[in-house]
T-cell receptor, first 113, second 113 residues
Framework: NAGVTQTPKFQVLKTGQSMTLQCAQD?????MSWYRQDPGMGLRLIHY???????DQGEVPNGYNVSRSTTEDFPLRLLSAAPSQTSVYFC????????????FGQGTRLTVV | GEDVEQSLFLSVREGDSSVINCTYT??????LYWYKQEPGAGLQLLTY?????DMKQDQRLTVLLNKKDKHLSLRIADTQTGDSAIYFC?????????????FGQGTTLQVKP
C-alpha cells in the first residue's frame, strides 16, 4: 500500500513549456485534490475531483488542467508554464464519507525559469 | 468565502508547552484538522476534532475548539526538538463533503534546545 504517489519530485521548466504532474493513489479514495504551496500562503486548492469523470475548479485554477479517467489517477497539466507557477505542488486523496482526512503525496517542487 | 488564519511563527524552549492558534470564518464547520509538515515532506495528519466537541486529547496533543469565537488551538506538551515543523490548521466546512480543505498559512514552530 503506497498511499499517494507523486512524480516527478523535482522539475525545472522554461517559460512556455508544458508538462504533466502525475498523482496516483491505491486506497480506492473517491476524492482527489491538487494544492500549491507558496511561502506564507499555506496551501491553495487548484482543482479537485469527487470521482472518476468529475472535476471542478478550486481557488487558483488558471493555467492548470486536470482530468480523472480512473479512480486511481489524477494528473495535473500545465499548458504553458509561467514563472508565477513556480511552487511546490501537493496531491491529496480522501474518503468520500464522514471524516475527510486527506492523505498527501510528498510533493513536486517545480521551478519555471 | 471561507478563511483560516494562523500566526506565522512560534519559538519555544525544549520541554515547554507550545500553543498554536487558528481562527476560521465558516460557522458550518464539521471537521477541523491539524497537519504537520516537516522540511521537504508532505503533510501528515496530526489530529482532528469534530465540531460538536470542545476538546480532544491525544497523548501530548490537546485540541481546544471554541465554536462561538471560531477559534481552534493545538497544545503540544513537553515540546521536543523533533516537533520543529510547520503546523497547518485546516477546515473542511463549506466543502459539501467534496474532500476540499481550506488551509491556514501555517505556523512555523521552532524548538530551541
Amino acid at each position: 500500500n503506497a498511499g499517494v504517489t507523486q512524480t516527478p519530485k523535482f522539475q525545472v521548466l522554461k517559460t512556455g513549456q508544458s508538462m504533466t504532474l502525475q498523482c496516483a493513489q491505491d486506497m480506492n479514495h473517491e476524492y482527489m485534490s491538487w494544492y500549491r504551496q507558496d511561502p506564507g500562503m499555506g496551501l491553495r486548492l487548484i482543482h479537485y475531483s469527487v470521482g472518476a469523470g468529475i472535476t471542478d475548479q478550486g481557488e487558483v485554477p488558471n493555467g492548470y488542467n486536470v482530468s480523472r479517467s480512473t479512480t486511481e489517477d489524477f494528473p495535473l497539466r500545465l499548458l504553458s508554464a509561467a514563472p508565477s507557477q513556480t511552487s511546490v505542488y501537493f496531491c491529496a486523496s480522501s474518503y468520500s464519507q464522514g471524516n475527510t482526512e486527506a492523505f498527501f503525496g510528498q510533493g513536486t517542487r517545480l521551478t519555471v525559469v | 468565502g471561507e478563511d483560516v488564519e494562523q500566526s506565522l511563527f512560534l519559538s519555544v524552549r525544549e520541554g515547554d508547552s507550545s500553543v498554536i492558534n487558528c481562527t476560521y470564518t465558516d460557522s458550518s464547520s464539521t471537521y477541523l484538522y491539524w497537519y504537520k509538515q516537516e522540511p521537504g515532506a508532505g503533510l501528515q495528519l496530526l489530529t482532528y476534532i469534530f465540531s460538536n466537541m470542545d476538546m480532544k486529547q491525544d497523548q501530548r496533543l490537546t485540541v481546544l475548539l471554541n465554536k462561538k469565537d471560531k477559534h481552534l488551538s493545538l497544545r503540544i506538551a513537553d515540546t521536543q526538538t523533533g516537533d520543529s515543523a510547520i503546523y497547518f490548521c485546516a477546515d473542511s466546512s463549506g466543502s459539501g463533503n467534496t474532500g476540499k480543505l481550506i488551509f491556514g498559512q501555517g505556523t512555523t514552530l521552532q524548538v530551541k534546545p
